[in-house]
């Protein structure tokens, strides 16, 4: 069984900063996408920013410059650091993968995590 759980919201005052952090467990081969999206009351859920195998990342434009997506490969672990926080960061915070499992490992699967809250008072 494959899992993703996420640590690290709360709530903090506007200007502060957070790191979240997602750990993936489980019969993993490879972990080709580390991400993270985010999901506001009455809101689609948006991407926050991704991090692909090569290194290279991709941000939400409502984020960039703020907030840095890092990974430990070791520890099948990524982490977002959170600055500069405004209240309309205010959101439950999903870790996404897209990885391939040992039962079939030419494959990329998507999984969740089960989210965590982050909120920001101003």
């Known amino acids: 069984q494959i899992q993703l759980v996420e640590s690290g919201g709360g709530l903090v005052q506007a200007g502060g900063s957070l790191r979240l952090s997602c750990i993936a467990s489980?019969?993993?081969?490879?972990?080709?996408?580390m991400g993270w999206y985010r999901q506001a009351p009455g809101k689609q859920r948006e991407l926050v920013a991704n991090l692909f195998s090569g290194d290279s990342t991709h941000y939400g434009d409502s984020v960039k410059d703020r907030f840095t997506i890092s990974r430990d490969n070791a520890k099948n672990t990524w982490y977002l650091q959170m600055n500069s926080l405004r209240p309309e960061d205010t959101a439950v915070y999903y870790c996404?993968?897209?990885?391939?499992?040992?039962?079939?490992?030419?494959?990329?699967?998507?999984?969740w995590g089960q989210g965590t809250q982050v909120t920001v008072s101003s």
């Open positions: 489980g019969s993993i081969t490879r972990i080709n996408v």
């Open positions: 996404n993968a897209d990885l391939s499992p040992h039962w079939d490992p030419g494959r990329g699967y998507d999984y």
